[in-house]
């Protein structure tokens, strides 16, 4: 019984501890503290805005909009192909550690990659991922995967690394470069469900037979009466933050 109310309290309790869900609290109530209408309207509008996209619900419902096309598919369903092609996204390229692969969230995307590759529904691994910061291209996302790949069991001559790829249309250039090299002729193709439209967008351009494998699902179910779906959350505020810019991504592709 007291382990049960201790719990109850501690989760409550975050309301008032956690840096997003406090300053929303004092936000709200300083809101009854201005005098005027226009006041209130001025000051509200971006507690609204920042409020609204930190929601479990409109989090959930942005990054579905891009998931939603791309069902999940069992591994024993996948079709054999040339090679499979894995996007860069999963490994921090500055980290405090440098040359330890440090793995993100997007980890599936090498994961599945490895896991598809020992069930031999592809012979070879193409990592495709550079660097993609603004100021900083000495860190290549590639050469940390491939040591990772190798220590997970791909052997080094099925393995083929790009690194030049700065985003996800460099990606399919890059790699059209080295898939003519070695005269591929189908490709399984890895990212996460969310970056899937886009990725396939660019990559179709190669004239390829492609099989879209998405991983990384970032959606979850809000039927639940979980009392953290409640809380605005720096995780949602992420996830919708993540959906807005792939959405943009593909507006400025479509048009490039």
């Not at 040339?82 to 500055?94: A, C, E, H, N, R």
Request: proline share 4%; glycine share 4%.
């Amino acid at each position: 019984m007291f382990d049960s109310l201790f719990f109850s309290f501690s989760k409550i309790l975050t309301v008032f501890l956690f840096p997003l869900p406090l300053f929303f609290l004092i936000s709200f109530l300083s809101l009854f503290f201005l005098r005027s209408i226009r006041q209130k309207v001025l000051v509200g509008i971006p507690i609204f805005f920042l409020y609204f996209f930190s929601n479990s619900c409109i989090a959930n419902a942005l990054i579905k909009s891009l998931e939603s096309e791309f069902k999940a598919v069992p591994m024993e369903l996948v079709p054999e192909a040339d090679v499979i092609v894995v996007l860069g996204g999963m490994i921090q390229t500055i980290s405090v550690n440098p040359g330890r692969p440090e793995l993100t969230e997007s980890a599936d995307r090498l994961v599945d990659a490895v896991r598809l590759y020992k069930l031999g529904k592809a012979k070879k691994i193409l990592f495709s991922g550079g660097s993609g910061l603004l100021l900083e291209s000495s860190f290549k996302e590639a050469d940390l995967a491939k040591s990772l790949l190798l220590d997970l069991g791909v052997k080094e001559e099925d393995l083929w690394i790009e690194s030049n790829s700065r985003n996800t249309w460099e990606n399919a250039k890059e790699s059209e470069i080295i898939l003519k090299e070695k005269r591929t002729k189908s490709i399984l193709l890895i990212t996460s469900a969310f970056h899937m439209k886009r990725s396939l967008a660019c990559f179709s351009k190669l004239n390829l037979p492609i099989f879209a494998y998405p991983t990384d699902y970032r959606g979850i179910s809000t039927h639940s009466s979980a009392f953290d779906l409640w809380l605005p959350s720096p995780g949602f505020l992420e996830l919708s933050t993540l959906a807005l810019k792939e959405w943009v991504g593909i507006f400025v592709y479509s048009l490039k």
